[in-house]
């Protein structure tokens, strides 16, 4: 194992725990299949994930939640704030925002760098500026909204080792790639109608067709296909989650597969609750 002088962490303070605690809130209020699947998750593992998504979630929403009365300027500056509020977080390892405190614990213990945070802004920022994605705007945006989240908890996931960091790498990416093309198809509807954005290239909800449909989902199942040769080779602590969430995620594809694209362009497509709990069962029986 190659380890890469991480910060032992200290124990914990009432502080730590606070900002913990408030990350696994905003994870148990957003429910998602990825919300699912980090219950499968070991300790200490799980409240790292959670601290990492509470951080993606939140931005995530500084951008998107059209209830709020923001405009444009002002998503932009409060985005602003919290990229910079979590630069410094890293430097000085703490911060007033519970949410920055607890990512900055997961990122000191687990060597989460400026290197994947800042793709992720990028993204985030992205959604401001950007209404309609050319091939190359969207991998950009592939990269740094889903993969880098993905080789986030990845560090997280190997605990140190770079080497096995560097071979899963990939299989991680891909896994974030798949799960936010799924999204893209899913909302394809809610993107255009509601935040007036087109992710998917030449595509246009009025006139969206199977072919369409399926050569995107084509892309998903061979970016699903590649992450699951790498799943096996992730510790024991994560193992089960992750392919639980890739299961979920296999699952609405399939189901998107036989929606009729006309479908697809005006109603959210879901995978049932019911589904979700036997997948979640199956890899739980499978993890242990």
Known sequence: MLLHGLRTPAAPTSYDEAARASAAVIIGHYSTSFGWA??????????????????????????????????????????????????RALVSGGSANLVVHAFTLTATEHGISRALV???????????????????SLDGYLYGSAEVVGLMCLRVFVDGDDRLYSELAPGARHLGAAFQKLNFLRDLHADQSRLG?????????????DRERDLLLDEVDADLATAAGTIPRLPRSSRGAVRAA???????????????????????????????????????????
């Open 197 to 209: 954005r087109t992710y998917l290239p030449g595509t246009e909800p009025a006139a969206f067709t």
């Open 246 to 288: 890739h299961d979920l995620f296999a699952a609405l594809s399939s189901r998107l597969r036989v929606t009729p694209a006309v479908q697809i362009a005006r109603e959210r497509v879901r995978v049932p609750d019911l589904v979700k709990a036997q997948i979640l069962a199956r890899n739980a029986l499978g993890a242990r």
């Open 118 to 136: 800042d793709p992720f802004f990028d993204s985030m920022r992205a959604d401001l500026t950007v209404q309609v994605h050319d091939r190359s």
């Open 38 to 87: 980090t219950r499968l998750l070991h300790e200490p593992v799980r409240t790292d994930v959670r601290s990492i998504y509470a951080l993606v979630r939140v931005a995530d929403e500084l951008v998107d939640d059209d209830r709020q009365p923001w405009d444009a300027a002002r998503r932009a500056a409060l985005l602003d704030g919290l990229q910079e509020e979590t630069h």
